[in-house]
């Protein structure tokens, strides 16, 4: 029964997605004194509205193991039956940390065990101005696994795409079997792809419903180099939306949910894939929770960009390469570097309402 009970709070969790320490003379930023001195959270009745931030890792055998490649805040209001998700860009930058959103998590963790789930918190409780009460952390060996256990999903691709920059697990540092001037003379080349083809496969998803299995839905959410506009952040949210909602079908299922062998398989995969703040005080709430929302109404926040979309439409943007942002290619609010006002009343707008208006400042 127990086992059963934490793998039902994993797959809310599922369903509903799927840095450095510095002071300036004797001041603490506040994201860093949370980080430092947080106090253990209380429980949320399950009748009132939470938020779930459900971070992405590649985990072992990935460059950058602990970096979020996947960052989703969920709200989900039990009373209403409605669960809002949004997609934060992995490269937006925040100021506090001097580093793009998706350092935070192994930042913290690399400073103490649980460190990671306390930061990640701290940050996204700031730039988007809504609680975070739990925080759960998901390595992809762990997603491909589940979806496999499954038996597979079917996922209904919107348009045909190519990425011929994904990146091959393992092979992150493979010299390719170049040596001496020359591998010296490809590392310092702008086009990676031309210096190491080794590194890189091409993927080509055609249009229209078809099954996947974990690796393959891995891969469809994991794609940010594709040709044209599903080469966008943006394009991947939508794509991670619909993998969500075929897992969802598919763990739904009678035949599903209703194996043992299935239940406890999924929950022994998940058990060392998964790092979060959920308690086991907490199972029986979660439950009541799972219970209620389990019809509930998705729904898909997006941030948009100057460089891909339409001016009017715009929160964020891509400032020029600088010091700054150390010489990255990052997305910043158009109101300001570490001006959140704008991104905040949005965000708020839409947990609240079906359709808001951006009205947004001209580019700084």
Known sequence: MRKKRIFIIVAIVFLVVFGRLFFEGLKLSPVFFQFLFSREIELKKTDERMGVLILGVGGERHEGPLLTDTIIYASIDPAKKKIALLSLPRDFWVPDLKAKINTAYAYGEGKRK???????????????????DYVVRVDFKGFVKAIDMLGGIEVDVEREFDDYEYPVAGKETDACGFEGEEFEKRATASAALEAFPCRYMHLRFEKGRQPMDGETALRFVRSRHAIGVEGTDFARSKRQEKVIEAVKTKLFSLGTFLNPFKLTSLYDIFRDSI??????????????????????????????????????????????????????????????????????????????NEDCKINSSPTP
């Open 275 to 352: 790092d979060t703040d959920i308690k086991q005080s907490e199972y029986d709430d979660f439950i009541r929770l799972f219970q209620k929302i389990k019809d509930a109404q998705i729904k898909s926040i997006v941030f948009f960009f100057t460089s891909k979309d339409s001016e009017e439409s715009a929160l964020l943007i891509n400032p020029p390469t600088s010091d700054e942002y150390e010489g990255q290619w990052v997305l910043i609010p158009k109101a300001g570097n570490g001006n959140f006002s704008e991104v905040q009343k949005y965000v708020e707008c839409e947990m609240e």
């Open 114 to 132: 649980g460190g990671g789930i306390i930061l990640s918190k701290a940050v996204v409780e700031k730039v988007l101005a809504q609680p975070v």
